[in-house]
């Protein structure tokens, strides 16, 4: 597996956490959100507090997205903040600037991969994703505690990167672009517009192309399969590593991991577009397409 990652720090194994609990650098954080279904806004974000305190990694914090680290004044819900609002809330949560930060979802890999994202879009590059997250380390048997923890506050000092997460604009000027892909996360079903949630008009962003995040996890742990099979998956629409890859979904979540991944494998111009579809479909002025 580690043959096609082009830096491993950014992805570690269960076995690995496990043995380095007592590290007093890590900072270990659930990010999971849920959302529920919602008849007039598609989905309602809730935080999983409640599941994390019922049971989590030992000595792991919680990072609710939604309040910590989305812009509360965005109509869009998790919208990145500015600089200055995240490094404050970095802080609180206890990230610095040597914090070996390992990140983990209860469900779906994207609410992990989301914040490590933002991190990364920061200028904090320590950072990890927890293989399979919780739902691996649940299948191994390994221990859980419950409560809630947190660490000392401390101050992060904010190095923006704009380039990682654009709007919709540069979306715009990319369409048609030979040297650009862009990449859809949701499902085929979605990106044809033939079934699933859609958020205002069905479909996708005209002339994107379809790898499902969904398709890149293995259905039983909740860990990445092989990541041969991931670069195959998206040399397979022309995703090159010579490109500007743009990733959406339905709100910047699932084209986090996406973005993560592409990262992971080497590729060096890769964005995500902040709020995605709930933005995009919702304007009749923006290009979508149904259909294979």
Known sequence: MTTEIVDPEWLVETAWLADHLDDPSLRIFDCTTF???DPKTTYRAEAAIAEYQAGHIPGAGFIDLQADFSDADNRYR???QDA???SAAAGRLGIDAQSRVILYSQTSVQWATRVWWLLRCFGHDNAAVLNGGLTKWQLEGRALENGANSYPATSFTARPRPQLMV?????SQHIGDPQASIVNALSVEQHTGSGGTHYGRPGRIAESVCVP???LLDPETGAFIDMAKISQAFDSVGASKDQRIIAYCGGGIAASATAYLLTLMGHQNVAVYDNSLSEWANDPSLPMATGS
């Not at 709007?167 to 979306?171: E, G, I, L, S, T």
């Open 213 to 215: 995040t969904a398709s």
């Open 167 to 171: 709007d919709r604009a540069d979306v």
């Open 84 to 86: 200055a609002s995240f």
């Open 35 to 37: 959302l529920r279904p």
């Open 78 to 80: 998790f919208a990145i």
